[in-house]
């Protein structure tokens, strides 16, 4: 079966002081349509940085990238994105801010029919009742629903989501965990997500791509979720291979860990010049904070 989206030996490098810095190299990974795929891997190891080739944020040194046949060059309404932090205009409303898409992908439909688009996925985010609030006046949950709404709104052919819900506190993460799943399945929407939390990829992704440490990070490691969906969580918990594969996670993030000890302690100093080129890349607490 052809790949919906394909990045084909993807590469980043920085020039730096030092020299060339190669924070990603020979990545490679095919998504079919459909499809939610995290990517897991220590900080500074280059996770956001693919993703931001992908998105066309970011100018891809090596290597392509293809959505849906047609390879890309810079950003475009066909992939949506969800940032760590909402990136709201401050001064709009919910309504507006989602708009500011909706109007530049629909410039020939009519305002309502646009203002109606904006609201169908505000109201599908769980803000039927805030739409005209700004954003001083929404928690950061609530802001980032408005982000998700507004990546949705233009109707996009995958979703990026740089560890959404990152700044969020458990229980509202596990909401809008579910509120996401909800509205991919729903619309079958191909995505490719960041998480640092080994619990949230095991749940929200069908596989997980566990990425080397840098210089040169690539695919390490590629496991298959089994869970069916849609999902519920205390069946997913109750599955017999979560734990293994929970276990499997970890292992390999420790094991990426000792390699890197290994060659900071062989080079009298740890290399840092991918975490200094790579920094917007969140930070990584150690495996087992991060899964208790």
């Known amino acids: 079966m052809a790949a919906f989206v394909e990045l084909s030996n993807l590469g ?25 795929v995290a990517l897991l891997g220590h900080s500074g190891c280059g996770k956001s940085t693919v993703l931001s080739m992908v998105a066309g944020l970011n100018d891809i040194t090596q290597g392509g990238v293809l959505v849906d046949n047609r390879e890309i060059h810079g950003p475009g309404p066909d992939r949506g994105v969800v ?64 982000g998700i709404a507004r990546a949705f709104a233009i109707s996009p052919k995958m979703l990026l989501l740089d ?28 995505a490719l997500m960041v998480t640092h939390d080994v619990d949230e990829a095991l749940y929200v992704a069908d596989r997980i791509v566990m990425m080397t440490n840098g210089p040169a990070a690539r695919v390490g490691q590629i496991i298959d979720v089994p869970f069916e969906r849609p999902r519920v969580r205390t069946v997913v918990l109750e599955h017999p291979e979560y734990y293994a594969l929970r276990g499997q996670m970890i ?42």
């Open 251 to 292: 292992e390999f993030l420790e094991d990426q860990d000792h390699k890197r000890e290994r060659a900071g302690a062989g080079n009298g100093d740890v290399n840092d010049d991918e975490s200094e080129a790579d920094d917007d890349d969140g930070e990584l607490s150690t495996a087992r904070r991060e899964v208790a």
């Open 83 to 146: 940032f760590q932090a909402p990136c709201l205009m401050p001064w709009l409303t919910a309504l507006e801010n989602v708009l500011l898409g909706v109007d530049r992908v629909y410039p020939h439909v009519s305002r309502r029919e646009r203002q109606d688009i904006a609201g169908y996925y505000l109201q599908l985010v769980g803000l039927a009742d805030a739409m005209q609030k700004t954003p001083k006046e929404l928690s950061t949950g609530m802001q980032q629903r408005v």
């Open 12 to 36: 980043k490098t920085y020039e730096t002081p030092k020299g060339p810095a190669v924070i990603v190299e020979d990545f490679n990974l095919r998504l079919q349509k459909g499809e939610i």
């Open 163 to 190: 560890e959404p819900f990152g700044m969020l506190d458990s229980l509202t993460r596990m909401e809008l965990q579910e509120v996401l799943l909800d509205m991919l399945q729903s619309d079958g929407k191909t």
